[in-house]
T-cell receptor, first 113, second 113 residues
Framework: SAVISQKPSRDICQRGTSLTIQCQVD?????MFWYRQQPGQSLTLIAT?????????ESGFVIDKFPISRPNLTFSTLTVSNMSPEDSSIYLC??????????FGQGTRLTVV | GENVEQHPSTLSVQEGDSAVIKCTYS??????FPWYKQELGKRPQLIID?????GEKKDQRIAVTLNKTAKHFSLHITETQPEDSAVYFC????????????FGGGTRVLVKP
């Protein structure tokens, strides 16, 4: 298994500002992902965080809005930029182990006011 | 890309009865199908998974079946207990796609004592 520490666990932010979420894993992992889970909804993949190269974004998500860093195999950050109330959601990082089993961080509950 | 549909969206069962959740997927190349349980305010956790070379897998009160021809898979929970109340998500992935998971819409299960 993997121990994933994600912070902050929650935040309330003013519209127009940015928030950076950190994800730390206790072991080196090749694949890290960032998901968004809107209230009462399923998980939607934002992007794959690639170590040493630019993240791979899913349709509907762009780098200018959700810049991602992956400086090494144990750490990644997701920034939610120029926030609006529509960005209020839970953001989760995820890692893949044993080539398919995915583990999740505890999530960051973001409220934009 | 992959599309996963999940039914029903809500399921209410009496304690001790069985619960069945069904998912269909669109990408015939998908070869890994996990199920996650998410309790309120917590991260999704893997409860069981199945790979495409297996038709059925069981773990105590939980079982998953896969029909590759029809492109659907199901979660079966027998002898339900109040602690089974949660949201359940199915997902699908294929190794060639970097193992990223596509999630179904989720099923909110309520087990009534």
């Amino acid at each position: 298994s993997a121990v994933i520490s994600q912070k902050p666990s929650r935040d309330i932010c003013q519209r127009g500002t940015s928030l950076t979420i950190q994800c730390q894993v206790d072991s080196q992992v090749t694949m890290m992902f960032w998901y968004r889970q809107q209230p009462g909804q399923s998980l939607t993949l934002i992007a794959t965080a690639n170590q040493g190269s630019e993240a791979t974004y899913e349709s509907g998500f762009v780098i200018d809005k959700f810049p991602i860093s992956r400086p090494n195999l144990t750490f990644s950050t997701l920034t939610v930029s120029n926030m609006s109330p529509e960005d209020s959601s839970i953001y989760l990082c995820s890692v893949l182990l044993e080539w398919t089993e995915a583990f999740f961080g505890q999530g960051t509950r973001l409220t934009v006011v | 890309g992959e599309n996963v549909e999940q039914h029903p969206s809500t399921l209410s069962v009496q304690e001790g009865d069985s619960a069945v959740i069904k998912c269909t997927y669109s990408d015939s190349a998908s070869n890994y199908f996990p199920w996650y349980k998410q309790e309120l305010g917590k991260r999704p956790q893997l409860i069981i998974d199945i790979r495409s070379n297996v038709g059925e897998k069981k773990d105590q009160r939980i079982a998953v079946t896969l029909n590759k021809t029809a492109k659907h898979f199901s979660l079966h929970i027998t002898e339900t207990q109040p602690e089974d109340s949660a949201v359940y998500f199915c997902a699908a992935s294929r190794r060639a796609a970097g193992n990223k998971l596509t999630f179904g819409g989720g099923t909110r299960v309520l087990v009534k004592p």
